[in-house]
């Protein structure tokens, strides 16, 4: 008897699909498959692993694999964990201004 969660084998995407743009880590190397951000997981201390970023990442690869879902989500997941120390700090001088560039005709 099949499971009830289980779906047509067209549908689960194989643990070896590639991510749309590869995942740099931090020591340099990449995850270019599911199965390379998995096996990454894997490696984690248990209380890496335990993070709840971790655990959103590796349910978002389980869904992808299991749906057939697109990779991105699975990479969104992946790169939030890794990234999850990283403080998110506004640059105003990184943006220009679009206030006092233009002049409306009258004043030319």
Known sequence: MEHPRSLPEYFLLPWSAPFEDPIPLPNGLQLLT???AADHIMTLSKAEHSAPEWQAAMEALILVAETGGPT????IGVMRALNRHVERVFNPDRKETYWGKRKLKREQ
Request: hydrophobic share 55%; net charge positive; charged share 45%.
């Open 72 to 75: 991105m989500l699975a990479r």
């Open 34 to 36: 599911l199965k390379d």
